[in-house]
């Protein structure tokens, strides 16, 4: 459903984009944890030079909140750094009119949550319930931290701030995340 693609966490949501790719047949790399330069998944669709990128894709797990045209046009100062032609920008959210107007000429296919809802629904069933299982396994909606990949805990805020993700390895890693309130969850806000 659009409500679980909204719930799974930060780094759950990327490896689900780059299974789907897996599973569509397209030989697909995450990238590592930490700075990824803009980049979640690299495509890889040429057979003649197989260990070049032909397109890239930037994920984003923002719950349900709009994507603007700021992070459109960074993924595009991406793709020009890269020498990469094409692009897909991925969200479980939705898109302003803006990014989506500037995505167009730019080579960026934008998809969001309910057009990756219908992609995941057209696989066949035996691929559909595999990437169900995958996206649900664990804990998938507590986010992973960006710095190490241990699991965060949530921290309530004192003295009337807000709560936070903090790493589940503190204090050897100080990784934090802000938390936004969700309607029957509590996510993380990681950009």
Same mark, same amino acid.
């Given at each position: ?21 897996? =599973? ?7 990238? +590592? ?18 260990q ?26 991406? &793709? ?9 920008? &991925? ?15 730019? *080579? ?5 949550g309910r &057009? =990756?809802l219908a992609?995941?629904? *057209?696989? +066949? ?20 931290? +960006?710095?190490?990949?241990? *699991? &965060?805990? =949530?921290? +309530?805020?004192?003295?009337g ?6 790493c589940g ?7 934090? =995340? ?14």
């Open positions: 459903s659009l409500e679980l693609i909204q719930a799974i966490e930060w780094k759950r949501f990327e490896d689900v984009c780059q299974k789907f790719y897996e =599973l569509k047949g397209i030989r697909s790399e995450c990238t +590592p944890l930490g700075p990824d330069g803009g980049i979640d998944i690299r495509l890889f669709q040429d057979d003649n030079q197989p070049i990128a032909t397109a890239i894709v930037q994920c984003k797990a923002w719950g349900n909140s709009f994507v603007g045209v700021k992070p459109i046009r960074e993924l595009l100062g991406v &793709m020009v750094h890269e020498k990469i032609g094409k692009a897909f920008f &991925m969200t479980s959210g939705s898109y302003s009119d803006e990014a989506k107007a500037f995505a167009v000429p730019n *080579r960026i296919t934008l998809i969001d &057009m =990756l992609m995941f629904n *057209r696989l +066949p069933d035996v691929q559909c319930l595999a990437l169900l299982d995958f996206a649900t396994a664990g804990a998938y909606h507590i986010p992973t931290c +960006p710095s190490c990949g241990t *699991r &965060m805990r =949530l921290i +309530p805020g004192k003295a701030r807000r709560d936070f993700w903090g390895s503190y204090p050897k890693c100080r990784q934090k =995340l802000g938390a936004r309130q969700g309607a029957n969850t509590v996510v993380a806000n990681y950009e």
